[in-house]
């Protein structure tokens, strides 16, 4: 059975950081394109960070380009989201996924492109 299981989130004030991780079991990752995603209530689904596998080629949504960090260790099989200079505004549930297919072209980035997701932690940044 393939599952991604995420660390819990958490409560910060603005401009504070916070690092989600995202651990897989049941699926090896390798070739795969992982990604961040985050859902605000009321709202849709979206894309917040993107990475290839092997030499990594990384993407970011702009509203966090410069503040977060992805990155991936395929020996542990484990993503992460870096976030610093959190604002009110990142407030939302977070999610990571995974591609069900082997990834070397052009980097996935909408929600139908990835198969495998982690259950969801809550970031809550106060003003």
């Known amino acids: 059975q393939i599952q991604l299981a995420q660390s819990e989130g958490g409560s910060v004030p603005a401009g504070g950081s916070l690092r989600l991780s995202c651990a897989a079991s049941?699926?090896?990752?390798?070739?795969?394109?992982l990604a961040w995603f985050r859902q605000a209530p009321g709202k849709e689904r979206e894309g917040v960070a993107f990475?290839?596998?092997?030499?990594?080629?990384?993407s970011y949504a702009d509203f966090v380009k410069d503040r977060f960090t992805i990155s991936r260790d395929d020996r542990k099989e484990t993503m992460s989201l870096q976030m610093n200079r959190l604002k009110p505004e990142d407030t939302a549930m977070y999610y990571c996924?995974?591609?069900?297919?082997?990834?070397?072209?052009?980097?996935?980035?909408?929600?139908?492109?990835?198969?495998?997701w982690g259950q969801g932690t809550q970031v809550t940044v106060s003003s």
């Open positions: 996924a995974a591609t069900s297919f082997n990834c070397y072209g052009a980097l996935p980035k909408i929600v139908a492109d990835f198969t495998y």
């Open positions: 049941g699926y090896a990752f390798i070739a795969k394109c």
């Open positions: 990475i290839s596998p092997g030499d990594p080629r990384t």
